[in-house]
Structures are given as C-alpha cells and as structure tokens.
C-alpha cells in the first residue's frame, strides 16, 4: 500500500502564542482578514490577559513540545492597571528558570501587538520560527552556563 509522502513539521518546531483578546488576537484576525501567512507551526491561544499563567506553565509547555512561546500583549496600554509590568517581571523569573532547565531564552518572547500590527505580528512569528529552526525542540538539562563557569575555574587554576 502506497503512502503520500508529506513534508513533517518536526514536533519541536512548535509555537504558542499567548494572544490577548483586546489587542493582539484581533491583530492576529486582522493578518488573516489581509490573508497573509505565516508558519503553520504556529498556535494562537485567546487569553484575557497573560499575567494570570503562572511560571510554571511556560516551563510545562516546553516539556510538552512546545519550541518557542510568544507573549503577545497589547503593552503598556493594557485594560488592566499594571498587567504589562507584572507579566514582565514574571518573565524574568520564568527566564531564570529556563537558564536553571538549561534552555535557550530566546524561546519566549514578550512583545506588544496592537489590533492592526500587521507587520509586527508576523516579524515576531517568523523571528520565533527562526529561532526554534535554530534550536530544534527544547532540551532539559545541565544549565547553560554550567560549562562557562567550569571552563572559566579551569582557567583560573592554570594560572
């Protein structure tokens, strides 16, 4: 029995893409009303707004196969006081956690989309796409600045 032979999209390739429901998912619906394109790899989640996740969930996405995630908020517009500020500090604690599993930051992304940002929402989704292309699918372990550090106390003890 004879197969059709399709090109696979690896399963790490994968993106998400927290989008808010007052700004960024109507510029998502904004590029398909355009019929521009963009990666099929690509997920869109409608969120109220992405501060509620947790850091954990980021982390949990990334073991389930999801390769990049990006933030798509509509930035320091934002219908709820001081939701943009939060999410960013939270980002920076999901970073840290992302260097102490060993991936690559650059797989999350915060960014500001308005609900015409044509252009914007797909520079972000073809960045991201070429980041995780780069990457491939994300890998836990040993931190990534584990081998600096030995590298640079070898060094040291040369000395």
Not at 49 to 69: H, M, N, Q, S, T
């Amino acid at each position: 029995m004879a197969t059709a032979t399709r090109p696979a999209v690896p399963t790490g390739s994968k993106i998400l893409i927290l989008a808010t429901e007052s700004c960024a998912y109507p510029g998502a619906d904004s590029v398909g009303q355009a019929h521009s394109s963009y990666p099929a790899n690509t997920y869109i989640l409608r969120v109220r707004a992405p501060v509620l996740f947790p850091e954990r969930f980021y982390l949990d996405c990334f073991r389930k196969g999801i390769a990049g995630i990006i933030v798509m908020s509509c930035g320091e517009e934002c219908p709820y006081e001081g939701a943009y500020k939060a999410m960013a500090r939270r980002l920076d604690r999901v970073y840290a956690l992302m260097k102490e599993e060993g991936l690559d930051i650059r797989r999350l992304r915060l960014t500001a989309i308005c609900t015409v940002c044509n252009r914007a929402f797909l520079n972000e989704v073809n960045q991201m796409n070429a980041v995780v292309q780069e990457l491939g699918p994300p890998v836990f372990g040993k931190p990534l600045d584990a081998d600096a550090s030995q590298d640079a106390q070898t060094a040291g003890g040369r000395a």
